[in-house]
């Protein structure tokens, strides 16, 4: 039997990428899954992502035996990009996309993954973990208004101020390649280190930029509602 039409209010949510990078990120993404091989699948790649998000907590933990561990904090950046990158990637291309499970699966395994690198970073003689859990509170905030934002205006946002997650992993492997440059220690502010003040920093913009976001969003609802356009939206 053909499936019942679908009612005017169920709209597919727009992935909305604007960052610096996306343009030839996608190039390069679809270079590398025109090439896959047929035992590379969409799972197995979240899960790769999953295992690199896992080697950079290790590289960093590690860093407190010796510095030289942090190259494995790198690598695992580059191989939780690939994994995480494509893996949606991947599915799209083949033409095999499962929306819900893919949503739900990929988005529970970023919460994973985001907290296992930002724990790491505080595991680290580097960086103190109060500072990165402000880091880690405004990041998943801002992935919280993203995934509301998903379900109310059928908008699925991936980059702010330019830039979204290929970008702040750039400036994650930065922030690693400054740790083993400038080493760990008191800095020009005492027990406050300038690697604690630079996370510190990242975590406040994320905050705001939640605060303002929901603001924005919120009068935007509200201007739909006046107009009796208040419609939820399924997730896809």
């Known amino acids: 039997m053909p499936s019942p039409p679908r009612p005017a209010d169920e709209m597919k949510t727009v992935r909305i990428q604007e960052n610096i990078l996306a343009r030839r990120e996608r190039q390069l993404l679809n270079w590398l899954c025109a090439?896959?091989?047929?035992?590379?699948?969409?799972?197995?790649?979240?899960?790769?992502?999953?295992?690199?998000?896992?080697?950079?907590?290790?590289?960093?933990?590690?860093?407190?035996?010796?510095?030289?561990?942090?190259?494995?904090?790198?690598?695992?950046?580059?191989?939780?990009?690939?994994?995480d990158s494509m893996d949606g990637s991947l599915a799209r291309w083949r033409k095999i996309e499962r929306p819900s499970y893919g949503y739900f699966i990929d988005h529970s395994c970023d919460g994973l993954t985001t907290a296992l690198i930002v724990w790491g970073i505080g595991t680290t003689p580097y960086v103190t973990m109060d500072v990165v859990m402000v880091a880690l509170v405004g990041y998943l905030l801002l992935s919280i208004h993203a995934y509301l934002s998903a379900r109310v205006l059928g908008e699925f946002k991936l980059s702010y101020l330019a830039a979204g997650p290929t970008e702040l992993r750039f400036l994650l492997i930065g922030l690693t390649v400054a740790m083993l440059v400038l080493g760990s220690g008191p800095g020009l502010f005492g027990a406050i280190s300038g690697f604690d003040l630079f996370v510190g920093a990242i975590g406040a913009i994320l905050m705001t930029l939640f605060v303002v976001q929901t603001l924005v969003t919120g009068r935007r609802l509200a201007l739909e509602a006046a107009r009796g356009g208040d419609r939820r939206r399924p997730v896809e």
Do not use: C, H, K
């Open 35 to 83: 090439r896959m091989p047929a035992w590379v699948t969409p799972d197995r790649l979240t899960a790769l992502g999953v295992f690199g998000a896992m080697l950079t907590f290790g590289g960093y933990a590690a860093s407190n035996l010796s510095e030289q561990w942090l190259w494995l904090a790198i690598a695992g950046y580059v191989i939780q990009w690939f994994g």
